[in-house]
Each structure stands twice: as C-alpha cells, then as structure tokens.
C-alpha cells in the first residue's frame, strides 16, 4: 500500500521552469491555495496556467510567475473582476494568453483525460476566441450534416493540483460540497508523477464515507500521485462545507491590489514565511477584526 | 408612479415567456429575479437555480438559504443543458453593438488590453446553442457601441457566419436596461427600441446608445407589474435589492 502522503514543498519541488500546470477549483471557489503559495515560496517560474481563475492566478501574476494563461475567466466571484490579473493584463505582463469559452477548457482537459487530439464542439465558433487563438482549427464532421465544428485541442497538463475536503493517504478522495467542478479531469489531463490532491483533512479509508454518500467519491487513487494534509488550505477561497469563502481577507487582499506600498505590505505579512506563518497572520488579522 | 426596478423585473420576466421547462438562468440580481418572477407567475414550468449549484422549487427569496432543493445542477450538468439547448441565459453585457454582438472580456485591444473584464466566460457557447438575453443596468454609449472591441457573445451576422446549425439555433431575445426594452426584430436582425420605460423619452434612449437604433413610429410603454407581479416580487425580493441595482 502506497502512502502518498507529502507537503506542499515536496509537491511543488516535482515542477520545473516552463511546465503546464493545472489548478483545479473554480472561480474563488474551493482552490488548491496553500499550493499556490508553496510555489510562490519556490523560485518555479515561466508556468502555463490552466484554469478557471481566481485568486490563484492574481498571486502567480502578481508574483511574476506565468508565462502562458489559459483560462475562460479570472474572477473572484463576490469581487466580480480580478484584481491583480486586471494589472498583468493591461501592463502586458503576460507574455501568452489563451481566453476560451468555459465549455471549451472543459472539453480540451476533456480530450487530454481520454488521451484524443481533441473533441468537437459549437462553442467559439463565431466569437474572437477563434481569431485570438489562431492555433485553434476547425474540423468538418464526416456524416451527412458535414457541419464544421471547433476542433478543441487536449491540454495537457505537466502537472494538476486539486483541493478536496478529505482523502485517505492513498489518493481516493471526496468532495463534501455543492460542486466538484472539474477538478477530476484536471487530474486526468496531467501525466503520471504530478497529480496532487490536498485535503483539509486525511482520513482513514474506512471513515471516506462518514460524511456523505459514495457519490462524494469521484476522485480514486489510480488518479493521484500525492496527497497533502492542508487544512483551511482553500483560504481565502470558499470550502464548502468545511468553510465558507473569507470575505474580509479576500477585499483586504484585492484592496492591496494595485498599490505598491500596499500589496508589499500585505506580502510582507502573509506571504513571506511557511504555510504556518500564513495561518497564524490570517488568525492574527481575524482577531484584529474581532 | 411605477417603480423603475419593478419595470426592469418585469421586463426580464417577460423574456421567459414561453419558454417553457428549460432552465431560466439569471446572472446576477434582477436577471435572477426576472427569472423566479416568471416561474411564479406566467411561466410555471422553468427551471431556476439558487445561483450555486441546485435548481430550486417554490419562491425562493433573493438572498434567501431556505430552499426546496429539486435538482442538483453542477457546472458540468450547466453545461450539457447549455449544449443540449435546455436553457435561456440573461447576461451582463460591458459592451453591445447593433448586431447584438456582446463583449464582457475586456476593452481595448485584445493583445493589450486597456481594461480587463472577466473573459469571455460562457459567453460564446451560450450564443452558439440557445437563446440569450441581456440585462444592461446602465444604458449609455459606453456599453451600446458600433462595434464591440471584443466578439465574446455572438450576433446576428457572426451566427450566421458560424454555419446553418448555430445560425438556427442563435437567437438575442431581448435586451432590458434601466431605460427601455430592445430586441433584434429591426431590419436584417438591426437592433429595435421594443419599449421605453414610463417617464423616459424616446429621444433619451437614442442619445444614450452610440449606434442607429431602430425605431418605429410607436414606441409603448414597458408595462409595470400586475397585481399577482407586485405580490410574488414583495415575497422574491423582501429586502428590496432590485433597487440596490436599479436606481430611479
């Protein structure tokens, strides 16, 4: 029996400079983020990012880290435009952007998962996702309606990071909340050797389904390479049930956006030393609010 | 005097009419409060969601967690209904043109942009398979342009660039803001003044859009709520956000 158990740093020391990763969640919703700030820690830089952005992405930007942005948006939900990925893009800081329909990042992680060059679909015909991205090619259906259709592309993915409620030492993992998103397929679009689950909580096998139903268990260890224990490892995103998004952290975040002073001010305070310094700052800060 | 949210509700409401069971899907405030209107009034069978992930039975309030869960709708199970052709959106819109183009990914050039906005989220799918509308909470010659800088939401002439399927099957309803009611009903699918709101002018609506408006020679008043309206609004929205959004 493998135990998989590693930290934060021992996943993200797996990257290279220039590899395509994968950062499950959605939005400002349930995101790998103490993950995303153990890369921050590394020196990894030049990363494609494929998301469906939030927070992790304003940090990687904001940190200088990204190279290549694949995404079909960037938002922080309740704040409705992302800050930081606002600066980069209009200062020209990311060197590629690929913008997709939402449905089309699905079906490219999609493709990548069941290893096809790539899977049909009507969603970007028409639109300036097709001008912008003037590697992405069309197919003509070989039946009768002889319809031309998108060819989405597989993305593969180096490396996937997803955060999940619980997950025994093995990888066999289970989501609690409202929504999986996509994160099985960003596990299925990444190659063997760097397909990380973090879980609030490890817990054993036997205890998977004290807290809800099998259908909770849509991730399985052939899927998962790593597991790590990060409790309040979403924060400031939302965890559903486990915990909901930290709404004052995450304006205090925004509202640093866009200030030099502020925003070293607030890295200065959360993000310069380990996961620990960063949940006791947040602790601090939330003892401060009262 | 009628209340300009209460107009603007309606108004949304009224771009589910007919539509049957399909998912009425709102984003944001009033798009979501058109939607449940409609269900708890003319349009019986819609399917709404609470805005996460479950479609909700019985009036749920804007902003309300007591819900009658009838379905669970994941993103994923949003986007089979989105191809599948089960659902009419009502969208934001940053900009829009006469053809009813839409751009709520960013302002300025594409390769640098002068303001980002979202993406282009699941605008372009949208447009491509079902029926879409959009709400504007602020009518100006900002949003309504000649042409939008960036194609996020198709209109008439890129749907029919797309081919015979999309063309089919692409269709811009409405289009409700603080001022009026448009729709695509003009010449070769042109933009057309439906309605204006009471108290606004015709001529108020045409200054406030940056393209040629088609306009007939009668203009009606968007209609205000019925009395059953009035009741189900007072139960869908008790704290009165609609006017958090819709200013008089």
Known sequence: ?290 | MVDLADICAVAIAETFRGDGEIFASGMGTLPMLGARLARATFEPDLLVSDGEAFYVAGDLPIGGTDKTVEGWIPFRSVFDALWGGRRHVVMGASQLDAEGNQNISNIGPWSKPTVQLLGVRGAPGNTANHVTSYWVPNHTARVFVPHVDVVSGLGYRRAAEAGAWVDAHHEIRRVVTNKAVLDFEGPGHRCRLRSVHPGVAVEDVVAATGFELVVPADVPTSRGPTAEEAAALAVLDPQGLRHREVKA
Not at chain 1, 63 to 81: H, M
């Open chain 1, 1 to 290: 029996m493998t135990d998989k158990r590693c930290t934060e740093d021992e996943a993200v020391a797996t990257l290279s400079d220039g590899m395509t990763i994968g950062i499950g969640g959605w939005g400002s919703r349930r995101k790998p983020m103490s993950v995303v700030r153990a890369i921050l820690r590394s020196g990894v830089t030049d990363l494609s990012v494929v998301t469906y952005g939030g927070p992790d992405v304003g940090l990687l930007c904001a940190a200088g880290r990204v190279r290549k942005l694949v995404y079909g948006f960037v938002s922080l939900d309740s704040i409705a435009l992302e800050p930081h990925f606002r600066a980069a893009r209009q200062s020209g800081a990311i060197p590629e952007t690929v913008e997709l329909d939402e449905g089309m990042l699905q079906w490219g992680l999609y493709a990548a998962t069941l290893r096809l060059p790539f899977l049909p679909t009507r969603s970007g015909l028409g639109s300036d996702v097709l001008a912008f991205n003037p590697g992405l090619r069309t197919v003509r259906s070989p039946y009768d309606d002889a319809e031309e259709l998108v060819a989405m592309p597989a993305i593969t993915l180096d490396a996937a990071f997803v955060h999940l409620n619980r997950s025994d030492a093995r990888g066999n993992a289970s989501f609690l909340g409202p929504d999986l998103y996509f994160d099985d397929l960003f596990l299925g679009a990444a190659g063997a050797g760097r397909r990380f689950v973090s879980a609030e909580r490890i817990v054993p096998t036997e205890d998977l389904l004290r807290e809800g139903t099998f259908h909770t268990l849509r991730i399985n260890r052939s899927m998962v390479d790593g597991v790590i224990e990060a409790p309040s490892g979403a924060h400031f995103t939302s965890c559903e049930p486990d915990y909901g998004r930290d709404e004052a952290f995450q304006k205090e975040y925004a509202d640093a956006a866009g200030d030099a002073d502020r925003w070293a001010a607030f890295t200065a305070r959360y993000l310069a030393g380990s996961e620990r310094d960063y949940q006791d700052a947040v602790r601090r800060t939330a003892g401060d609010r009262g």
